[in-house]
């Protein structure tokens, strides 16, 4: 199901939006770990605080990524992503301007409330348009801007705090925040197709499927674990532009290898196998980096290939495990758990790092959420009517 069946070219317009509506998110989301030092001397900042200013972003999505997932199954998509990226732009403008750590996280979570939105909407909008053909490749893709996010803060810190200060530096992403506004204007649609009900899947269909329950806590360990890592991944590194410089190999990895995972996991059509072994190659990564096994450059980059595979095979499963109508919220479902491990995931390794300065308890623990979450991600297999074998995930 096309979003413009007449207008082929539209679904890849619609992708182009996305993608530079999901890059605003992201240099939101990653812009704590630069900042790190800074805000920790201008505020007087704890491991444990800076941890929680991290995740914070994912606080509304605990407690909103349902009903707003259920309700975005029903509402207008262009009107929704409008709202959403004006509560983006509210909670940039706070944090940039913030005078204590209070608006820090004030802003923190204003924005997360409108990125949940968006997120949520986006891989709504991409579900439909892409549905049948090219899902995952363009999962892939949309999912490649959240490491390319990273790469761009990271490379450009230095100069830019140095230049403009860290609130001219943050004011920046506000521009970009509204950059985003007109280019999703101009390409969402102002409703979606609705589409019959999958064979199989008419009575009972309100139930929530086991195989959901599982991709949604494989989700939420791999974010707990991910978001932990590029937080304090650069002083683990060794400080400074250096550290920084090592950790997006993260993201330099993701960005090349989202795609072409989305490409193979098109062609193989088995995405739960993909998100398992995504998961194994970071909980191994996290085991060797606890143990002291693995250099800084050779860890990270491993664990960009972690990031490749997970996103683009996890984005591509819901549309796999309930009905179209049903879609919004089963992605609703996922980003809840999501952003309760992003919230938990730094929350915790800041306050392991205030507990003991080596970096085996911390790396060692979150190797244990990612194993855990390839285990889970076994059952996340679909059970419906009707797919054909090849189609499981």
Same mark, same amino acid.
């Given at each position: ?42 505020? +007087? @900042?704890?491991?444990? +605080? ?12 605990? +407690? ?10 029903? *509402? ?20 940039? !301007? ?13 924005? %997360? ?26 999962? %892939? ?11 761009? @803060? ?27 506004? #007109? ?12 589409? #019959? ?13 086991? =195989? @959901? ?11 707990? !674990? ?25 993201? *330099? ?20 196998? *993909? ?7 970071? =909980? ?38 309930? #009905? ?32 003991? #300065? ?7 623990? @979150? ?27």
């Amino acid at each position: 199901m096309s979003i413009a069946p007449r207008e082929g070219s539209s679904r890849w317009l619609v992708l182009a939006s996305a993608m530079v509506s999901f890059f605003a998110v992201g240099m939101t989301f990653f812009a704590v770990p630069p900042l790190v030092g800074t805000l920790r001397a201008e505020f +007087a @900042l704890s491991n444990l +605080a800076i941890g929680l200013l991290m995740g914070a972003i994912a606080v509304p999505a605990v +407690a909103l990524s349902l009903p707003l997932g259920a309700a975005l199954d029903r *509402w207008p998509p262009r009107a929704a992503g409008l709202a959403g990226l004006a509560a983006m732009l509210a909670g940039s403008v706070a944090f940039a !301007a913030a005078p204590g750590y209070g608006w820090l996280l004030a802003g923190r979570l204003v924005f %997360g409330v409108g990125a949940l939105l968006v997120n949520l909407l986006l891989a709504r909008l991409l579900s439909v348009a892409f549905a049948g053909r090219e899902l995952a490749l363009a999962m %892939g893709l949309f999912t490649a801007t959240y490491p390319a996010s990273m790469i761009v @803060l990271f490379t450009l810190h230095p100069v830019l705090e140095a230049r403009l200060g860290w609130r001219g530096e943050m004011g920046l992403l506000v521009v970009l925040v509204a950059v985003a506004i #007109p280019l999703h204007a101009v390409a969402a649609p102002r409703r979606l197709p609705q589409g #019959p009900p999958r064979a199989g899947q008419g009575r009972g269909s309100r139930a929530l499927p086991a =195989a @959901l329950v599982a991709l949604g806590i494989a989700w939420m360990l791999y974010f707990a !674990a991910f978001a932990a890592a590029p937080t304090f991944g650069p002083e683990w590194a060794g400080g400074g532009a250096a550290g920084l410089l090592a950790t997006s190999l993260i993201t *330099w990895v993701a960005l090349a290898g989202a795609p072409l995972a989305g490409a193979a996991i098109d062609r193989s059509g088995r995405p739960r196998v *993909w998100c398992m072994a995504g998961l194994g190659v970071m =909980a191994a990564t996290l085991g060797l980096m606890a143990a002291g096994a693995l250099p800084a450059a050779a860890a990270m980059a491993a664990l960009g290939l972690a990031a490749a595979v997970v996103p683009p095979a996890v984005y591509s499963l819901p549309a796999r495990l309930v #009905p179209p109508e049903r879609t919004g919220f089963a992605f609703g479902f996922i980003t809840a758990l999501s952003n309760l491990g992003a919230l938990a995931g730094p929350a915790f390794a800041g306050a392991v790092r205030d507990a003991t #300065p080596a970096w085996g308890p911390l790396w060692g623990s @979150l190797a244990v959420m990612a194993l855990a979450g390839a285990a889970v991600a076994a059952f996340a297999r679909p059970r419906a009517a009707g797919v054909p074998e090849g189609a499981e995930g």
